[in-house]
């Protein structure tokens, strides 16, 4: 499958700098959501480069790398529990992945959003854009955008692991599993719980 054809309509259009943007960890209990951004070379080509959660973690971390390598511009971003809870999971997703977007040096002409969202209650896309849903696997900067979103807070919770070692994070990474829940009936929620997310316990 071409992951080129979204990237080549921008170019036609006269963007010359294009990045992809995606984000991980909406869905969990605990920790920030993480986002990041790329521009890639224009038609480079990555083996195995697919929407992060249809790639192995030890094939993710290869990928990870090479893309840092040679990406023409990266950038990492997240926004925490606290600013979930302040507002809402998707406006913190869309503040994560514009911070993304402004931490790319050179800066991109135009943003190749993943999914069908560009705003929530309390931020907004403001870099020029196009959401595309299943972005992940339609576009190559996507793609890498979605590996390094994913590695970088599969990381950042193996760290929150060693900090709070009895929530067993580096298993479920913060998502809503039948072992987190019992350890939060357990212990009860620590520092970087969403506690709008727990209405459940």
């Known amino acids: 499958m071409d992951l080129w054809e979204p990237e080549r309509a921008c170019w036609a ?3 010359a700098l294009v990045c992809g943007v995606d984000e991980a960890g909406a869905g969990p209990l605990a920790g920030a ?3 990041a951004a790329v521009i890639l070379p224009p038609e480079w080509k990555l ?3 697919n929407d992060s959660k249809q790639v192995s973690p030890k094939r993710r971390e290869r990928l990870f790398d090479r893309i840092r390598e040679q990406a023409s511009a990266w950038a990492v971003a997240w926004a925490d529990e606290r600013e979930i809870d ?3 999971i998707l406006s913190a997703r869309i503040l994560a992945m514009q911070r993304a977007i402004d931490g ?3 800066a991109a002409d135009f943003a190749l959003i993943d999914g069908n969202r560009d705003r929530g209650r309390a931020a907004a896309i403001t870099t020029p854009h196009r959401a595309i849903v299943k972005g992940d696997s339609l576009s190559a900067s996507i793609a890498a955008a979605s590996i390094l979103a994913k590695v970088s807070r599969d990381r950042y919770m ?3 692991a060693r900090r709070y070692p009895e929530y067993e994070f580096e298993r479920h990474k913060g998502y809503p599993t039948r072992r987190h829940y019992e350890l939060l009936r357990k ?3 620590c520092p970087i719980h969403r506690r709008t997310f727990l209405k459940k316990l």
């Open 13 to 15: 259009e006269g963007a």
């Open 104 to 106: 790319l040096a050179p």
């Open 33 to 35: 959501v993480y986002a």
């Open 187 to 189: 212990y009860g929620p």
């Open 158 to 160: 193996e760290e929150m």
């Open 47 to 49: 083996e195995g480069l």
């Open 86 to 88: 302040e507002t809402d």
